[in-house]
Antibody, heavy 122, light 110 residues
Framework: EVQLVESGGGLVKPGGSLRLSCAAS????????MNWVRQAPGKGLEWVSS????????YFADSVKGRFIISRDNAKNSLYLQMNSLRAEDTAVYYC???????????????WGQGSLVTVSA | QSVLTQPPSVSAAPGQQVTISCSGG????????VSWYHQLPGTAPKLLIY???ERPSGIPDRFSGSKSGTSATLGITGLQTGDEADYYC???????????FGGGTKLTVL
């Protein structure tokens, strides 16, 4: 059974930093494209970032580019999102999700974790 | 404002059918696979439809997907109260080098 468990969320002040982790099991993580997707309270889904299996291809949404860093450790079956210079509008539940890919880009988001809440507030 | 456009809400009676549209452009729907996701209240999103009209294991054939040009459509037949959820379309946008979602459609089964 595929399991994705996010952790590291919490309350942080504007301008602060937070690191999210996603622990993966039940599938071959090292060959899987991985993603972060967020959902602000009462709002729709917003894609945040994607990383290919070997970290060759990395993409970010414009809203987080230059502030967030995505990384992975295939030996630990883990995905990370380092979030810096956080703003109130980054408040959301952050989901990690696996993706099937065609070449260098994902074409569907297959399995999703339960999410980790990040609240940015003074 | 979302790159992909969905109606904010749709509704129908139990047993009826409904369609949800997703409109985009040539850089996204027009040249890439579309997938659909549903999100029951208080839960994480789940993959519902992918590729031309494929369903993950466990998704009944009451759910179907289609695409024509730069638009995609999700169809649900034999509506049940348990189908009440938010539905999202998504695809890769080759011009933006980004994954894009529709704004989501809330389905109400009256």
């Amino acid at each position: 059974e595929v399991q994705l468990v996010e952790s590291g969320g919490g309350l942080v002040k504007p301008g602060g930093s937070l690191r999210l982790s996603c622990a993966a099991s039940g599938f071959t993580f090292s060959i899987s494209y991985m993603n972060w997707v967020r959902q602000a309270p009462g709002k729709g889904l917003e894609w945040v970032s994607s990383i290919s299996s070997d970290s060759t291809y990395i993409y970010f949404a414009d809203s987080v580019k230059g502030r967030f860093i995505i990384s992975r450790d295939n030996a630990k079956n883990s995905l990370y999102l380092q979030m810096n210079s956080l703003r109130a509008e980054d408040t959301a539940v952050y989901y990690c999700a696996t993706a099937a890919a065609v070449g260098a880009t994902p074409y569907l988001l297959e399995y999703w974790g339960q999410g980790s809440l990040v609240t940015v507030s003074a | 404002q979302s790159v992909l456009t969905q109606p904010p809400s749709v509704s129908a009676a139990p047993g009826q059918q409904v369609t949800i549209s997703c409109s985009g452009g040539s850089s996204n729907i027009g040249n890439n696979y579309v997938s659909w996701y549903h999100q029951l209240p208080g839960t994480a999103p789940k993959l519902l439809i992918y590729d031309k009209n494929e369903r993950p294991s466990g998704i009944p054939d009451r759910f179907s997907g289609s695409k024509s040009g730069t638009s995609a459509t999700l169809g649900i037949t034999g509506l049940q109260t348990g189908d009440e959820a938010d539905y999202y379309c998504g695809t890769w946008d080759s011009s933006l080098s980004a994954w894009v979602f529709g704004g989501g459609t809330k389905l109400t089964v009256l």
